[in-house]
């Protein structure tokens, strides 16, 4: 037998159900919120979540209408490979992730690759295939490449065909621990080996895992892109000397191995390679 009071109870029970189904549908109906989700993953590029704080990591390009003032254009680009290899030392590269962190490192080496005649160069003879097609393009192209079959390393098209500029290292200015964080995922070997700010730039293949470049860069426009670009860098008091040397790693290149057309900042700590007897030729 059901008393009263039971019979009040589940009017009240019900009541209170309805109540709150109601309330999970008008929820369920609210505008979505990305705060809502979890971050989705990147396809292509690396996520390390939102950055700590935008304050040095925000571009001036991106921020001001008057940062693009800063980013460096066509004009730049469209010049010879060695003039453009030698223009490139002192300016900073920007890296933009895809949560907003921006990585920057000032460029302190770079080789030139001067196109077909070049036995050097991956133009050599005037050869145009897929993989080097960024080379044939137009001024402030990069082509990116794969060495060994797991590292990238990053060039930038300059006038004439199949002539090229190869960014070897970088000083790092801001981002380090994200680029720490970077090459430490990256890297082979010695994985849990802290590296000292001096190394995370001082390579090719060593800044384009600092700055999570890879493949999926090439062909891309460098004056144009928003994920990567070039921003012109300080005025020094005095301009740096510039040590001029043979390319590295490239002894198969007869002659041409032994060209000056490596440019490094002398005296900078986050050189690839130093060269004593080029150095003592400059400072001659």
């Not at 939102?50 to 980013?71: A, Q, V």
Request: hydrophobic letters at 35%; charged letters at 25%.
């Amino acid at each position: 037998m059901v008393t009263p009071a039971l019979q009040m109870k589940k009017p009240k029970q019900f009541s209170r159900r309805m109540g709150q189904k109601k309330q999970r549908l008008a929820k369920a109906e609210q505008p979505y919120s990305p705060s809502d989700t979890a971050q989705a993953p990147c396809p292509k590029e690396p996520c390390l979540g939102p950055p700590t704080t935008l304050g040095p990591y925000r571009s001036i390009y991106f921020s001001s209408p008057k940062g693009h003032l800063t980013r460096l254009g066509l004009e730049f680009f469209d010049q010879p490979a060695v003039p453009l290899a030698r223009a490139f030392l002192g300016q900073v590269l920007v890296r933009r992730l895809p949560n907003g962190t921006e990585l920057r490192g000032r460029i302190v080496e770079t080789e030139a690759y001067l196109g077909p005649e070049d036995e050097a160069a991956h133009s050599r003879g005037g050869r145009q295939t897929p993989r080097n097609r960024g080379m044939f393009m137009k001024p402030g192209t990069l082509y990116v490449y794969i060495i060994y079959g797991m590292y990238f390393c990053m060039n930038i098209s300059s006038q004439g065909d199949g002539a090229c500029v190869l960014l070897r290292a970088l000083e790092p200015l801001e981002g380090l621990e994200t680029m720490r964080q970077l090459r430490s995922t990256l890297r082979k070997g010695t994985a849990s080996r802290v590296l000292k700010d001096r190394e995370l730039c001082s390579g090719p293949s060593k800044l384009c895992q600092a700055l999570a470049i890879n493949k999926s860069f090439d062909q891309r426009d460098l004056a144009q892109d928003e994920a990567i670009w070039l921003e012109r860098g300080p005025l020094e008091p005095s301009e740096p000397a510039v040590v001029t040397a043979a390319r590295v790693g490239i002894g198969y290149a007869g002659e041409w191995a032994r060209k000056p057309l490596r440019f490094y900042i002398q005296g900078s700590p986050w050189v690839s390679v130093v060269d004593r007897v080029a150095e003592q030729n400059t400072q001659a």
